[in-house]
């Protein structure tokens, strides 16, 4: 039996939604958490936001080719929702620390400490966006439990 996935135009829309609501959600908490301009980091975060919609977009299209080869079908569960953000966050940090520290002119561990607050927020951010996003626009004959 074929896994039914998504297409190339609601990949594409899941991800726009994830870096508009991301980056609107994303600046303001970063100006007050850390204190660095709007403009400043209003950049960093496009920047970001670009690499992170082309990660969003080949990560989401792996994990579920690996879903349907290994579990025959692309519905997460609970754990297997937790197992998707850590990795796209994890992939996403690996990428993006010396980006911080050379736009922020600080040191690594300062951007580590930095990105670290960032992936918290996507972690908790994608795990929500995406749950959400699978009940809004579900595909035919999943549950929306």
Known sequence: MKVQMRNRADRIRQTIGFEVIGFLLFVPLAHWAFGFSVQQLGVLAVTMSVIAALWNYLYNLGFDHLLARWKNRVQKNT????????????????????LVAWWLNIGLWEAFIMDLGFATFYLVYAFVYNWVYDRVFPLPGWKTA
């Not at 929702?81 to 992939?91: K, N, W």
Request: hydrophobic share 55%; net charge negative.
């Open 79 to 98: 754990l297997e929702r937790v197992v998707h953000a850590f990795g796209f966050e994890g992939g996403l940090l690996f990428v993006s620390l010396p």
